[in-house]
């Protein structure tokens, strides 16, 4: 368990950092192949420091703003070192939600696939039994949310991870910061003492700082951002506003902005719902995307919007973190951030891997504090977004009947998910005694 944590200057001679590949970082031949086929030409700021580190066989605590590339980072090491010693149940990856899994599952495989790497995705929502077995075929790469992997740890016949040479946190931060420290602990217990450690991170926290629980060795820190920053080609406003009208000047900023996919930021599964229906009404192509939507359905609004059919993704924090969506050309705030940080997260979503996105953030009345909170934090002043007040007036007529019709649609939703349990309670209240019995039975 180490106590001194080494710390990796990541500044660099521009010129050099340029004329960095893969290549030179130490990366094999068919791995450079393979990140020339998914359009990764250089290396980002993380991987440049990251690899030489992570091949060298060094414990590594990464810390990057987000849409860094961090998973190119800790895969391609990863993958290099399964290629010198071919061997099953090699890596397990642990983020904090599941989208950010299946998304760090495709890159393994798309990088892998030249060599035939197998990967399983282990995260809730989904059928233990089919992860079992897809768990019993043994995969090289385990990717999984920490309180999945230690419920087939803890109740799966036959598995475990005694084998395992890699150990990853990514958005380590987060994983600590959930309810999931004691699934970590656990896990800890039961994976071999001698292997390699990763942490990666978007930002540093106290429960980060105590990585003695994650057992690292003689770790690196490797730091590409000092501070909390936002990407330079972000251009960043804010808009004042009333909340009763916040509707009124989405809308109007969805269409003022026609053209570009958008992502827009609700605080709570209930907004998010009622604003994507109440776009629906209005004739926009929006999509949900919250924690209580099934797995399914949530894979399913994800893909609608990376291939493009859906230009709106309403969404809560839980696509804050991660995902990576080239495409996104506008992030709104529609409800500000409660965390700070969160703020950095969201913005993060555009403007990705070098090319240019805008955000704006609504600050109403009761935004004020926490609007100044995060300006405080990234250290920048931010100018207003312009609109025509006249122009979003003119739409509160259809705004409200739009209202109405998301506040209907979504009780007819309630009612229609309890519904099928009452109908059940009556269809045994009307069987007659000795029915009732039978069926009582027959369960």
Known sequence: MAANVEIQDASKDENIAQNETFKTLGVTEVLCEACGKIGWN?????????????????????????????????ALPILQALLENPQRL?????????????????????????????CAVIVGGIDMMSQSLALAKKPHIIVATPGRIVDHL??????????????????????????????????????????RTYLFSATMTKKVKKLQRASLQDPVKVEVSTKYTTVEKLVQSYIFIPSKYKDCYLVSILNDLAGNSFMVFCGTCNNVQRTTLLLR???????PLHGQMSQSKRLGTLNKFKSKTRSILIATDVASRGLDIPHVDVVINFDI???????????????????????????TQYDVELYQRIEQLIGKRLPKFEVVEEEVMMLVERVTEAQRFA??????????????RDEENDNVIRLPEGKRRKKRKQR
């Open 90 to 118: 090699f890596a397990l990856v642990m983020t904090p939600t599941r989208e950010l899994a299946f998304q760090i599952s495709e890159q393994f495989e798309a990088l892998g696939s030249v060599i035939g790497v197998k």
């Open 407 to 420: 506040k209907m649609e979504m009780r007819e939703a309630d009612e229609k998910r309890k519904r099928p």
């Open 42 to 74: 250089n290396p980002t700021k993380i991987q440049r420091e990251c690899i030489p580190l992570a091949l060298q066989g060094k414990d590594i605590i990464g810390l990057a703003e987000t849409g860094s590339g961090k998973t190119g980072a800790f």
């Open 337 to 363: 951030p409660t965390h700070s940080k969160d703020y950095i997260h969201r913005v993060g979503r555009t403007a990705r891997a070098g090319r240019s996105g805008r955000a704006v953030t609504f600050v």
């Open 281 to 287: 009404n209005l004739g926009l192509h929006a999509v």
């Open 154 to 195: 803890e109740n799966t016949k036959g598995f475990n991870l005694r084998p395992l040479k890699f150990l990853v946190m990514d958005e380590a931060d987060r994983i600590l910061n959930m309810d999931f420290e004691k699934e970590v602990d656990k896990l800890l217990k039961v994976i071999p003492k001698q292997r």
